[in-house]
């Protein structure tokens, strides 16, 4: 049962985050604004949706229920959905999924951009492990914060070679 009702928040918290990141594309392209590296994008898309659908099928398959360190993770959990809140609050409507870039603004340095330059990314990563594993779902939380490492280094990459531009 808790499987299920984690799943289903995070569902619906990543589908309000593209609700949110579409309206703020829209403010930000308003502004002048244009997306850099967007090619990556599908690939990330799919790679977080094959993440939810691993974490069902090892589920079903294996049918494990919470890890006997699942207090642990959730613990971190909890301080990743800390960490994504501030994140987006910090942002505002210049939080996004993309990459979009308003010629002329500056980098943002407060809050935990104060510490990180990238500590959503830190998030994601911290997610894509542990929600996998507070259900002992190795196989889950293994491949998928490998697949997502590669991914991130080309995100980081792309973000900031257009982060360079604004300087």
């Known amino acids: 049962m808790w499987f299920w009702i984690l799943i289903g928040f995070l569902i619906v918290q990543r589908l309000t985050e593209l609700v949110i990141a579409k309206r703020n594309e829209i403010y930000i392209k308003s502004l002048g604004g244009v997306e850099a590296g967007g090619e990556h994008y599908t690939w990330m898309v799919?790679?977080?949706t094959s993440w939810f659908v691993s974490m069902i099928a090892e589920h079903l398959y294996f049918a494990r229920g919470?890890?006997?360190f699942w207090l642990l993770w959730f613990g971190l959990f909890l301080v990743a959905q800390a960490g994504r809140f501030?994140?987006?609050?910090?942002?505002g409507k210049f939080w996004n999924t993309r990459i979009l870039i308003v010629p002329g603004s500056?980098?943002?340095r407060t809050g935990l951009y104060k510490y990180l330059k990238h500590p959503n990314y830190l998030i994601v990563r911290t997610e894509i492990l542990v929600v996998p594993l507070m259900f002992g779902l190795y196989f889950t939380a293994g491949i998928f914060s490998v697949l997502n490492l590669w991914m991130l280094r080309?995100?980081?990459r792309e973000e900031e070679l257009a982060?360079?531009?604004?300087?």
């Not at 501030?86 to 942002?91: D, E, K």
């Open 86 to 91: 501030h994140v987006i609050t910090t942002l």
């Open 66 to 68: 919470l890890n006997e």
């Open 163 to 167: 982060l360079q531009k604004l300087t």
């Open 106 to 108: 500056a980098r943002v």
């Open 154 to 156: 080309v995100r980081v």
């Open 46 to 48: 799919l790679l977080h």
